[in-house]
């Protein structure tokens, strides 16, 4: 098997090459989770006082919500706070944290900062510094996850929380592997690989009780935000984005390449023709500090 995203240095190569494209092809999906995951969190309790991570921040998806009005496929009544409160973003790849910095000009984001920093090593910052941690889409790119919830539950205020989320179905990968497998059988490659067990509740659950947060004090959700691209023709012009296809098209003949496009059509239902949506389900798991 030969993975696209095989390690941590794969994975950050990815989002440096690709951090300009990222909210333009996964933004909107992103923010409709990061927006549902918010939701389960105490928003009207946080004040211009309070202190929120935005870990493995990206662009600051996390963040634009809580501080700019949100899109209207991404509303949650409490959102944005006011006055709004202190955001500290992180992430691990230097790309990000420059369109994080210009998200933050744009937006005018006075209350916000961002520093590269590996989510699983939180040294920078005191014990029982933040009202709420929350890393969307990123704990499992951590060499040690469970390291990771410790460092979430260290540096939370006692009855603070910490929101993780993960994909639990993503019917886009799904047509690229079928894709990959018609086009270039036996090849072993395999297109956004994430092992199984991520797509699981309990992974979820176990890392963030091995972090030391009480079992009793873990509560899992599901969302769909779902992937939508207008139309079906949309489908396929996002599938062929060079943020998917830079890498994994190394090697292929132009043959190879020119086919791309019918077999992602082939791949689609009708309704997914029709609706140019397609499925992405998720775990969001919300996790209180004694």
């Given at each position: 098997m030969t993975s696209i995203l095989s390690d941590k240095a794969a994975i950050k190569s990815?989002?440096?090459?690709?951090?300009?494209?990222?909210?333009?092809?996964?933004?909107?999906?992103?923010?409709?989770?990061?927006?549902?995951?918010?939701?389960?969190?105490?928003?009207?309790?946080?004040?211009?006082?309070?202190?929120?991570?935005?870990?493995?921040?990206?662009?600051?998806?996390?963040?634009?919500?809580?501080?700019?009005p949100c899109p209207e496929n991404a509303s949650v009544p409490e959102l944005p706070i006011s006055p709004p409160p202190r955001v500290t973003g992180i992430d691990y790849v230097p790309a990000m944290?420059?369109?994080f910095q210009a998200n933050k000009a744009s937006f005018n984001w006075v209350t916000a900062d961002a520093f590269v920093q590996d989510s699983q090593d939180l040294s920078r910052f005191k014990d029982a510094e933040f009202d709420a941690v929350v890393m969307n889409l990123g704990i499992f790119t951590l060499n040690d996850?469970?390291?990771?919830?410790?460092e979430?539950?260290?540096?939370?205020?006692?009855?603070?929380?910490?929101?993780?989320?993960?994909?639990?179905?993503?019917?886009a990968v799904e047509v690229l592997q079928s894709v990959v497998?018609?086009?270039k059988p036996n090849s072993g490659l395999k297109p956004m690989y994430m092992p199984p067990e991520w797509l699981s509740k309990e992974k979820l659950q176990n890392v963030?009780?091995?972090?030391?947060?009480?079992?009793?004090?873990?509560?899992?959700?599901?969302?769909s935000p779902n992937w939508e691209c207008g139309s079906g023709e949309g489908v396929v012009e996002t599938l062929k984005?060079?943020?998917?296809?830079?890498?994994?098209?190394?090697?292929?003949?132009?043959?190879?390449?020119?086919?791309?496009?019918d077999e992602i059509r082939k791949q689609l239902s009708e309704e997914e023709k029709?609706?140019?949506?397609?499925?992405?389900?998720a775990w969001i798991v919300v996790a209180q500090k004694a």
């Open positions: 990815f989002f440096q090459q690709n951090a300009s494209e990222y909210e333009k092809y996964v933004g909107s999906t992103s923010s409709r989770l990061a927006a549902a995951a918010l939701s389960l969190l105490p928003l009207s309790s946080y004040t211009s006082s309070s202190h929120i991570l935005d870990s493995a921040s990206g662009p600051g998806i996390v963040t634009k919500l809580l501080l700019s944290i420059d369109s996850p469970v390291a990771g919830a410790a979430m539950y260290r540096v939370l205020k006692p009855g603070g929380h910490a929101v993780i989320t993960t994909w639990k179905t993503r019917r497998d018609t086009i963030m009780e091995g972090g030391g947060f009480p079992g009793n004090q873990i509560k899992t959700s599901e969302y984005s060079p943020m998917w296809t830079t890498k994994l098209w190394e090697g292929w003949s132009a043959e190879e390449i020119g086919r791309w496009d029709k609706t140019g949506t397609l499925e992405m389900s």
